[in-house]
């Protein structure tokens, strides 16, 4: 069974840094696009940063110049480098992707189950 599993999040100092992961498990063929959402409290889900299968990356204004989206697709691995952390960047954040398990179906859609991020002195 394919399985998104995010990791790194905590508790930060505002102008500190963090380094999320997100790994795929399970039997996978290809990981196409992906993605970073985050959810605040009392606030909708939104779309932080997202890579394509090309590399091809995209930020939401708020993050542009603080956090990098990357991928390592022979780790099956997402990856978020979140710098000069800021309060309003409190959240929890998912993980998302399309995942192709056989080169026989198309890709369907995933997400982990999130992991905290407090930014707070």
């Known amino acids: 069974q394919v399985q998104l599993v995010e990791s790194g999040g905590g508790l930060v100092q505002p102008g500190g840094s963090l380094r999320l992961s997100c790994a795929a498990s399970?039997?996978?063929?290809?990981?196409?696009?992906m993605g970073w959402y985050r959810q605040a409290d009392g606030k909708q889900r939104e779309l932080v940063a997202s890579?394509?299968?090309?590399?091809?990356?995209a930020y939401v204004d708020s993050v542009k110049g603080r956090f990098t989206i990357s991928r390592d697709n022979a780790k099956n691995t997402l990856y978020l480098q979140m710098n000069s952390l800021k309060p309003k960047d409190t959240a929890v954040y998912y993980c998302?992707?399309?995942?192709?398990?056989?080169?026989?179906?198309?890709?369907?859609?995933?997400w982990g189950k999130g992991t905290l991020v407090t930014v707070s002195s």
């Open positions: 998302n992707a399309d995942l192709q398990v056989t080169p026989y179906v198309r890709a369907m859609n995933y």
């Open positions: 399970g039997s996978i063929f290809s990981m196409q696009a």
């Open positions: 890579i394509t299968s090309g590399g091809s990356t």
